[in-house]
T-cell receptor
Framework: AQTVTQSQPEMSVQEAETVTLSCTYDTSESDYYLFWYKQPPSRQMILVIRQEAYKQQNATENRFSVNFQKAAKSFSLKISDSQLGDAAMYFCAYLETNAGKSTFGDGTTLTVKP | DTEVTQTPKHLVMGMTNKKSLKCEQH?????MYWYKQKAKKPPELMFV???????INESVPSRFSPECPNSSLLNLHLHALQPEDSALYLC???????????????FGPGTRLTVL
């Protein structure tokens, strides 16, 4: 079974600074998808960024980018120019291709200090 | 319309009650999901419907009964729940589970369930 590990239960960052959230996963598959989701307190879970395993290029979405290291099975999220609205719980998720079944990490709670 | 809606937002029920949670999406998505989420924990997959057929059941107790009346609607029927079933129940949808590049899940806001 696939496992997803987020080794940082909590992180904090100063507003306007950069922070990196870690995620590692374990799989024997060669084709899969990875996601970062954001869940603000008492608010909806939304997709931050996705990465296809077959793509070597790291995904970016505005201030959010990933460092995808397939051989090391590592998928970290970098948030640049952190904003107060970035404060949330961030989940790393692994999706088997065509299976519809996601495995989530335990989450990292990010605090942004003004 | 790019959202998943869930009703009710909050539900309090006794252990002998029967209630239902409702989820709706009008994005034309063909896969819908139920998750259970405890506070400060990741979502746990319960059920997956693909093209209105149950494709994944993660060994969920029978007191939870899913139903997919059509491609836009997903229900979760609850009966004889236990206090430990109190949680946030999330619904999600994705475009087409058979098309790998259209598989990100869109989540609803959830129903916060309390079982007394």
């Amino acid at each position: 079974a696939q496992t997803v590990t987020q080794s940082q239960p909590e992180m904090s960052v100063q507003e306007a600074e950069t922070v990196t959230l870690s995620c590692t996963y374990d799989t024997s598959e060669s084709d899969y998808y990875l996601f970062w989701y954001k869940q603000p307190p008492s608010r909806q879970m939304i997709l931050v960024i996705r990465q296809e395993a077959y793509k070597q290029q790291n995904a970016t979405e505005n201030r959010f980018s990933v460092n995808f290291q397939k051989a090391a099975k590592s998928f970290s999220l970098k948030i640049s120019d952190s904003q107060l609205g970035d404060a949330a719980m961030y989940f790393c998720a692994y999706l088997e291709t065509n299976a519809g079944k996601s495995t989530f990490g335990d989450g990292t709670t990010l605090t942004v200090k003004p | 319309d790019t959202e998943v809606t869930q009703t009710p937002k909050h539900l309090v029920m006794g252990m002998t009650n029967k209630k239902s949670l409702k989820c709706e999406q009008h994005m034309g998505h063909r896969a819908m999901y139920w998750y259970k989420q405890k506070a400060k924990k990741p979502p746990e997959l319960m059920f997956v419907y693909s093209y209105e057929k149950l494709s994944i059941n993660e060994s969920v107790p029978s007191r939870f009964s899913p139903e997919c009346p059509n491609s836009s609607l997903l229900n979760l029927h609850l009966h004889a729940l236990q206090p430990e079933d109190s949680a946030l129940y999330l619904c999600a949808s994705s475009q087409d589970p058979g098309l790998a590049d259209y598989n990100e899940q869109f989540f609803g806001p959830g129903t916060r369930l309390t079982v007394l």
